[in-house]
T-cell receptor, first 110, second 111 residues
């Protein structure tokens, strides 16, 4: 059974204070690891897909990295508008379905 | 370009009532999915449809039925609603194994 564990459950940062979110996973044959952002009352919004260990992707203040056991979402100099819940999901080879973690709720204070 | 549209946005039901949640996508995607999201539980897959004419069970299918009406539409039916089905329901679509795009959700309360 595929498993995804995200930590911490919640994170409070001051504006400009960089940090990282962790996503550790167990999957039989990883095809891809997905990061989504979810704002309150809205559906998840796609951020990144990572396919192989060592891969990195960046978007504005966010950078996602992948190893064989975990992924990190690094947030550099965050702003209040980065406040959201960040979801990690894994996709097994040959399947279109995703297994999601429970998410990390990020709050960035001015 | 609307993407994935879910109706209704909010619904309150009494125990035992039935209802259908509607989902439509305009991206010409082959695959569609229904998830539920509960506090502390994350997103869990209820049913999915890899292509028009096929449906498969996900992690939590009990108490639900689905219909892939055509390539655009995928509905989720609760035949006899229970309080345990109080949740936020999300529909998503993808082109095969690629990125899943989500709708805005249906917030369902079963009293």
């Amino acid at each position: 059974e595929d498993q995804v564990t995200q930590s911490p459950e919640a994170l409070r940062l001051q504006e400009g204070e960089s940090s990282s979110l962790n996503c550790s996973y167990t999957v039989s044959g990883l095809r891809g690891l997905f990061w989504y952002r979810q704002d309150p009352g809205k559906g998840p919004e796609f951020l990144f897909t990572l396919y192989s260990a060592g891969e990195e992707k960046e978007k504005e203040r966010l950078k996602a990295t992948l190893t064989k056991k975990e992924s990190f979402l690094h947030i550099t100099a965050p702003k209040p508008e980065d406040s959201a819940t960040y979801l990690c999901a894994v996709q097994r080879s040959g399947y279109s379905t995703l297994t999601f973690g429970k998410g990390t709720m990020l709050l960035v204070s001015p | 370009n609307a993407g994935v549209t879910q109706t209704p946005k909010f619904q309150v039901l009494k125990t035992g009532q039935s209802m259908t949640l509607q989902c439509a996508q305009d991206m010409n995607h082959n695959s569609m999915y229904w998830y539920r999201q509960d506090p502390g539980m994350g997103l869990r897959l209820i049913y999915y449809s890899a292509s028009e004419g096929t449906t498969d069970k996900g992690e939590v299918p009990n108490g639900y039925n689905v219909s892939r009406l055509n390539k655009r539409e995928f509905s989720l039916r609760l035949e006899s609603a229970a309080p345990s089905q109080t949740s936020v329901y999300f529909c998503a679509s993808s082109e095969g194994l690629n990125i899943q795009y989500f709708g805005a959700g249906t917030r369902l309360s079963v009293l």
